[in-house]
């Protein structure tokens, strides 16, 4: 069985669900589960319909309804009036707003969940109508009865041995199978949802329940490039890259694979494509067990608006365990993450991203027990395999502050131009 999964961009309009459904004809007329998230970017208007629901706003009424004038919009390009479809949708609709009505959970976290997973319920509804409606026969069904998780809510764990009993149960593999990205429930039957990156990982537990021959995400580039285009002029694609690699790219930034979706497939040696959905005749990028990396070439990885910090003792002293512990405690209590660490005899290092602007607490905590000195604004550039030619083309990024090298990673910290 093969895996597919479409991100939100490749089902935005009638023309992207369109070309979705030609995808799953030609490339996977049969033994093909599919993933889809939802449409365009609808997470993000269903995240301020939370907001609005938890904040009791009076813009609720009307983000609701952009939502489903948005749907109803695409569906009309696709289908007649009185297609099955308009139901479905409808019930849909009406099961969101049963819950606005009735819940009487003040937690933020689970009426999160409650609520987003109509995303993708509704674009998967909306693409197995299509398919139907042009003749591919094809089985939808809500990935909540398949995989089942604990109840931490917006981050929710899997019930693996539960999940892969109930997905081997329960999935026919011979036919063409709909489901949702990202979303799953709990053993009370709440919605939850799986975080970060949660419907490409939705991918890999079903490939890893079902044995599957491969996982397809089906992206708007035409693979995985070695550096983001919109910083560097000259890039390459990959075509292969080991799972190790992908995970050690992930780390340091790259918007490769998460790694969590890796880790199932790399347990059972389940390939993954990075194909374009543009370009679907294109092979793109495999990620695999086998050579590290084809073509063997640097990789840039830069991360921008970074915070570079140096901490000295006020008396001079070594910087050693204690010190280091107490600001490593400090840098988590004020959820600064930490991308480059060095540390000298009497200074310490790091560069940090202040995702939750909390570094000026952060300062202020620290300022009276050590001499600090702060560089905002700074780029941290990483380069995997790197070379002379690829130090050079940092280096025309603007002035290197910080330069830290081992076997295979090259990670300079940069004042830009």
């Keep these: ?23 799953i004809k030609n490339e996977g007329a049969k033994d093909t589960l599919v993933v889809i998230s939802a449409m365009g970017k609808i997470t993000n208007a269903f995240e301020e319909v939370v907001e609005a629901y938890y904040n009791k706003s009076d813009e609720l009424p009307g983000k609701l309804s952009f939502i489903e004038e948005y749907h109803k919009n695409i569906m009309n390009s696709l289908f007649d ?27 933020y976290n689970y009426v999160y969940d409650q609520i987003i997973c109509f995303g993708e319920l509704l674009s998967t509804r909306i693409v197995s109508g299509y398919l139907s409606k042009i003749g591919t026969e094809n089985t939808w069904f809500d990935v909540r009865n398949y995989i089942k998780t604990d109840s931490n809510y917006r981050d929710a764990k899997v019930d693996w041995e539960l999940t892969e009993a109930i997905i081997t149960k329960k999935v026919d593999a011979s036919k063409i199978n709909i489901t949702q990205g990202f979303i799953a429930a709990n053993d009370t039957e709440n919605t939850t949802t799986l975080g970060r990156e949660g419907s490409d990982y939705t991918a890999g537990i079903f490939a890893y329940c079902l044995n599957a021959e491969s996982v397809t995400i089906w992206k708007d580039v035409e693979g995985v490039l070695n550096a983001d285009p919109r910083v560097f002029s000259d890039t390459t694609l990959l075509e292969q890259i080991s799972y190790e690699e992908a995970i050690e790219m992930a780390f340091y930034g790259a918007s490769v694979i998460h790694p969590k979706t890796l880790q199932p497939l790399q347990k059972k040696e389940i390939p993954l494509l990075v194909r374009s959905f543009l370009n679907p005749k294109e092979t793109g990028t495999k990620v695999s067990k086998g050579s590290t990396l084809v073509p063997h070439i640097p ?15 006020l008396d001079f002293s070594f910087m050693v365990e204690n010190n280091i512990s107490y600001i490593f405690q400090q840098l988590h209590d004020y959820q600064l993450k930490v991308n480059l660490i060095q540390n000298s005899a009497i200074s310490f290092s790091v560069c940090i991203d202040d995702k939750f602007n909390k570094f000026d607490e952060f300062y202020n905590e620290l300022k009276a027990q050590f001499k600090i000195e702060v560089q905002k604004e700074v780029d941290l550039y990483t380069v995997r395999h790197f070379n002379d030619k690829a130090i050079a083309v940092i280096e025309e990024k603007g002035a290197s502050l910080l330069t830290q090298i081992n076997k295979e990673t090259s990670q300079i910290v940069v004042k830009p131009n």
Aim: aromatic share 10%; with cysteine.
């Design 1 to 23: 069985m093969k895996i597919f999964k479409f991100g939100g961009a490749s089902v935005k309009d009638a023309e992207g669900v369109k070309n979705v459904a030609s995808i």
């Design 81 to 107: 009036k009185e297609d099955a479809v308009y139901r479905d949708v409808d019930i849909l609709f009406g099961e969101l707003g049963w819950f606005l009505a009735r819940n009487s959970s003040q937690r």
């Design 299 to 313: 990789c840039f990885i830069v991360k921008k608006n970074q915070i570079l910090i140096s901490i000295s003792a």
